[in-house]
């Protein structure tokens, strides 16, 4: 008997079929996703569906099925990912968060761990954090202070371990750290890959995604829903600890900026606007640059970055694509 692993799905129905076309498998053979087949991407429904009837497929829980259960409960505000797969389910949406419920945290096979996220050194699997094991934002930070990061250069599972939740790579291609740790996030719903891992050979295949689908999904719900004047789309406990991480990071850059300018001999001897067009001169072309002259001027808040980027996946792509720790 095969099992296949798969990567995040996040609604990419069509991809799915496709992965499942190449991978040939019978009958008999298990498909175990690898947690966040749901959200972003055009046709969440349909994919838990599948794995809602087809007997041999099971999920365990990611970070956005977690977000979907405690939204859901009130626990939480639902970020956009959610707000438009309750759009997508209609009706059906409490159904499909009772089917979410059901999702294991972690499935112990022979020859593997699967996991959504993360993995804590030294705590056995039976002990290791919910926040960790799905990927949440809070487990990364918890991490990063107490071991450094990245988190897979401390993996000491007793066996190889299979994880989703980010596509370290962002080229469409897993991350492989020594035969040990099997990162199958491929960006499928960015416009990547969906990868699968076929057990017990440890083969990968994967199919390309048609399009970047939450880009056109995501700017799409954005012109077309209306808020009151001023409204500001609600923010989580977590996800506000993603613009602080944000913030800092600038304030970091443009510490930089300044300590590489002061360094220059002739900067003590400049008229007072000579520093400004110098440090204009050393930003161009950075995609932090309107951030770093508001962290110049003094301006740079928290709020304002909450203003910009209204809704959290917006802050996440940014927070991706900048570099900056700390993003779930």
Known sequence: MKRLIIGDIHGCYDELQALLDKAGLSSDDEIIAIGDIVDRG???????DFFRAHPKAQSIIGNHERKHIRSHRGEIQPALSQVISRAQFGDGYADAVAFM???????????ALLVHGFWEPGVPLTEQRENVLAGVMSGEGYLQHRYGWPWYDYYDGPKPIIVGHRQYLENGKPLIVGDRVFAIDTGCVRGGTLTGLI??????ISVPACENYWFRISQTFVRTEHFAPGEIPPWDEEADKL??????HILQVHEKVLADLASEPSFNELTPRQPAKMYAEKVEGSPLRPWLHRARQGKLTVDSLRRYFQWPERAESFARDNGVEGYG
């Open 243 to 248: 613009l602080t991480a944000i913030f800092n």
């Open 42 to 48: 055009p046709d969440t429904p349909k994919v838990l």
């Open 199 to 204: 057990l017990p050979d440890f083969t990968l």
């Open 101 to 111: 419920q059901t999702f294991p945290l972690f499935i112990d096979l022979p020859e």
